[in-house]
């Protein structure tokens, strides 16, 4: 095996340990070699290896079991969300099942906000919205209107949907420069999420959903195709 480079070394090493799991060179369910094999391989200390292998404990990916060896964990079956930042960093393709989730989600969310949302949350809303058409540059707008989805979950009077919500962001972070498509133009980004901003402010619950629809499915095809996804 290539000896990794010495600068960054936990990081490399997690890296390139995470990678044989996910691609099943390590299968579900299998014993990594002992670890002073491993160790030798990759030309680390032994230090160095119990450091990656404790982050890829700790993400879900292996457990370790005193006395028999390191496993690769069933993160299928038993895993939960906050392992999709490191599935998309291994494969886009993920993009297209998290955007299926963020739309009916998101939806949802925008329903529950136009009958649940109080005098000062929409307001707020109101005020968040403006900032995206305020904001200069992708990034900038982006970030506007990710805190506008932020404020819908809160909204809703349930924080599960704020946990949500910032699951399915975190979800992409690691693409989110690539995304930036919908929010290059300010102007268009701010029309687009208006009408949800709008109907949840009316106490529109149906209205706030399809427009919440319309705009996500919107979005989601203009980041997919920008991927050559879609």
Known sequence: METLPRETIVDVLESRLREDILSGRHPTGSYLPPERQLAEGYGVTRTTLKHAFGRLVQAGLLETRHGVG?????????????LLPMLVRHSP???????EVR?????????RAALKATRKQRA???ELLAAVGDAEGGDAVQLADVEVHRALARATG????SLLTNT???????LRSHLVGPFLDAAAAHARLEPVVA????GDGPAARAAADAYLAATERI???GLGIA
């Open 70 to 82: 390191t496993r690769v964990r069933d993160f299928a079956r038993l895993g939960g969300a906050d």
């Open 199 to 202: 109907a949840v402010s009316a």
């Open 168 to 174: 399915l962001f975190n979800a992409y972070l690691p």
């Open 93 to 99: 393709d993920w993009l297209g099942e998290i955007f």
């Open 158 to 161: 349930n924080r599960v949907y």
């Open 124 to 126: 707020e809303l109101r």
């Open 103 to 111: 739309r009916s989600i998101g939806a949802l969310i925008a329903e």
């Open 223 to 225: 980041m997919l195709k």
